[in-house]
């Protein structure tokens, strides 16, 4: 039976047992010694009381089995989602104190849980209200921007600091916009809408989003891999991810290097690689490129604004992805992205 699987009952009613059965041959030798003669009456009154003894003992443990059961469903369905599970401790005894004390642990946690959202929400509609506000001076910024651009044809000088000015105000929009985005990922507002996506499209595409800022530089990008693999994703989220890591990639390449997107599936994964021949990160940084805001004392980049990576990383996890990097200074960095699919 389920409660003789524990170790300790088993050995309890084992040493019970053998006790009773000591006392049952002990009293029918003394009565033999005494009497010269075995008394059948006693024999089976000894054997009931043993028979009870078994049976209360059975019925003590059944009852806490049943009780450890119950409670062992409660916490389960807590660990499943359910936040008002909790175990029955009407009663008194130790075991019920420890239930109780599991109930306020569940109590405090959900407390703690709820703190954490509402902080999360808060922080979110801050940054959401910051973003709109900033919206207006920014665009009107950069109307002005683009007029003294058109004035400055005869003002080198001037025109140049307009073009700097004008790349100053794409790196604050573009740092508004992923705060917005990485907050709202960590306070869970935004649903990832996952549907069979085609690998290869979508880094067809991303190829075709970088394609003037490449020939522009000088860089190449080469793609490779099947044109049949599928992902369950959100395809603009997983683009945005891959963007912003291809993005990292051609940050840290100069003229002639090469940038690759690879992908292929094994098994249950799909994983994409995003390799470039470019100067690397330093050792000490790789442990810290997916931190917030993150900005290395060893690199000499002025593009970066330290949310791009991990702004990539919560995408990926959001899709129960991960990602990984490898590096070596002066040869070049690969990121590793794996999904489990049940395509």
């Known amino acids: 039976m389920k409660i003789f699987a524990n170790n300790e009952v088993r050995r309890f009613f084992t040493g019970i047992s053998a006790i009773l059965a000591g006392i049952l041959l002990a009293s029918q030798a003394a009565v033999r010694l005494l009497y010269q003669e075995f008394s059948p009456e006693l024999f089976c009154l000894l054997v009931l009381m043993a028979v009870c003894v078994l049976a209360i003992c059975f019925r003590y443990f059944y009852r806490q089995d049943k009780i450890m059961e119950a409670a062992v469903s409660s916490m389960n369905a807590y660990l499943a989602g359910d936040t008002n599970a909790r175990i029955d401790c009407d009663k008194e005894g130790e075991l019920y104190r ?3 004390t599991v109930n306020t642990l569940a109590a405090v946690l959900n407390a703690h849980a709820q ?3 509402s902080a999360k929400e808060f922080l979110k509609n801050t940054i959401s209200d910051i973003s709109h506000q900033l919206k207006t001076p920014l665009a009107a910024l950069n109307i002005y921007n683009g007029l003294i ?6 003002l080198p000088a001037v025109r140049e600091f307009a073009v700097l000015s004008e790349q100053e105000l794409d790196r604050i929009e573009t740092l ?4 917005l985005k990485i907050t709202k990922l960590d306070a869970g507002s935004i649903v990832i809408q996952k549907e069979p996506e085609n690998v290869a499209d979508i880094c067809k595409e991303i190829e075709l989003h970088f394609a003037y800022r490449v020939k522009q530089e000088q860089k190449e990008m080469i793609l490779s891999g099947d044109d049949d693999i599928l992902l369950l994703c959100d395809r603009d989220w997983i683009m945005e991810a891959i963007d912003n890591i291809v993005k990292n990639a051609l940050d840290h390449t ?9 992908w292929k599936r094994f098994g249950s994964v799909v994983q994409i690689r995003v390799k470039d021949n470019g100067s ?3 050792p000490e940084d790789l442990h810290h490129i ?3 805001f993150y900005r290395s004392r060893f690199s000499k980049d002025t593009q970066g604004i330290g949310l791009g990576l991990p702004l990539a990383k919560a995408i990926l996890e959001a899709h129960d992805g991960t990602v990984e990097v490898d590096s070596q200074l002066d040869t070049g960095t690969t990121f590793t992205i794996n999904f489990l699919t049940k395509l």
């Open 254 to 262: 100069k003229k002639g290097d090469i940038v690759r997107i690879e």
């Open 149 to 154: 651009q058109e004035e400055a044809e005869t």
């Open 290 to 292: 997916f931190k917030r």
């Open 280 to 282: 690397g990160i330093h």
């Open 98 to 100: 420890l239930f109780h």
């Open 176 to 179: 508004v916009q992923n705060l």
């Open 115 to 117: 703190n954490e959202l």
